[in-house]
Antibody, heavy 121, light 112 residues
Framework: EVQLVESGGGLVKPGGSLRLSCAAS????????MNWVRQAPGKGLEWVSS????????YYADSVKGRFTISRDNAKNSLYLQMNSLRAEDTAVYYC??????????????WGQGTLVTVSS | QSVLTQPPSVSGAPGQRVTISCTGS?????????VHWYQQLPGTAPKLLIY???NRPSGVPDRFSGSKSGTSASLAITGLQAEDEADYYC????????????FGGGTKLTVL
């Protein structure tokens, strides 16, 4: 059974940093591209970042570019999101999501349960 | 303001048919990129509902269908059931400088 379990969320002050993790199991993690998607309280989904299976390709939304860094450790079946210079508008539930197939344009077929990040003083 | 435009809400009685539209532009849906749809039940993570414009993943009832034409796409739900009450999001890829994956703003479906 495919499982994605996020962790690392919490309360952080503006300007602070946080590192999210996503532990994957039930599939060959190293074969799939992965994403981070966030959802602010009461709002819609916002794509944050993508990383290819071998980390060769990495992309960010303009809203987080230069502040967030996506990475993965295929040996540990884990996906990460390092978030620096956090702002109030980064407050959201952060989901990790797997890309369905080998195409970059495939949908996100499995999602974690999400981890809440709250940026507040 | 989302790149893909969805109606904020739709409603229907049990057994009825509803549709949810998703309007994009020439840099995403109109450029030929596929549209995917997700269902988000209250308090849960999104779930893939329709992929590649009109394909259903295993386990998704055939009451759910998708279509795409030009710069728009639609999700249709027939035989509405109480458990269909959820938020629905469309997704596509955007080739503009500012974006990669884009989502619609979401549509709240209320079953009356």
């Amino acid at each position: 059974e495919v499982q994605l379990v996020e962790s690392g969320g919490g309360l952080v002050k503006p300007g602070g940093s946080l590192r999210l993790s996503c532990a994957a199991s039930g599939f060959t993690f190293s074969s799939y591209s992965m994403n981070w998607v966030r959802q602010a309280p009461g709002k819609g989904l916002e794509w944050v970042s993508s990383i290819s299976s071998s980390s060769s390709y990495i992309y960010y939304a303009d809203s987080v570019k230069g502040r967030f860094t996506i990475s993965r450790d295929n040996a540990k079946n884990s996906l990460y999101l390092q978030m620096n210079s956090l702002r109030a508008e980064d407050t959201a539930v952060y989901y990790c999501a797997r890309v369905h197939g080998s195409s970059w344009y495939d949908p996100f077929d499995y999602w974690g349960q999400g981890t809440l990040v709250t940026v507040s003083s | 303001q989302s790149v893909l435009t969805q109606p904020p809400s739709v409603s229907g009685a049990p057994g009825q048919r509803v549709t949810i539209s998703c309007t994009g532009s020439s840099s995403n849906i109109g450029a030929g990129y596929d549209v995917h749809w997700y269902q988000q039940l209250p308090g849960t993570a999104p779930k893939l509902l329709i992929y590649g414009n009109s394909n259903r993943p295993s386990g998704v009832p055939d009451r759910f269908s998708g279509s795409k034409s030009g710069t728009s796409a639609s999700l249709a739900i027939t035989g509405l059931q109480a458990e269909d009450e959820a938020d629905y999001y469309c997704q596509s890829y955007d080739s503009s400088l500012s974006g990669n994956w884009v989502f619609g703003g979401g549509t709240k479906l209320t079953v009356l």
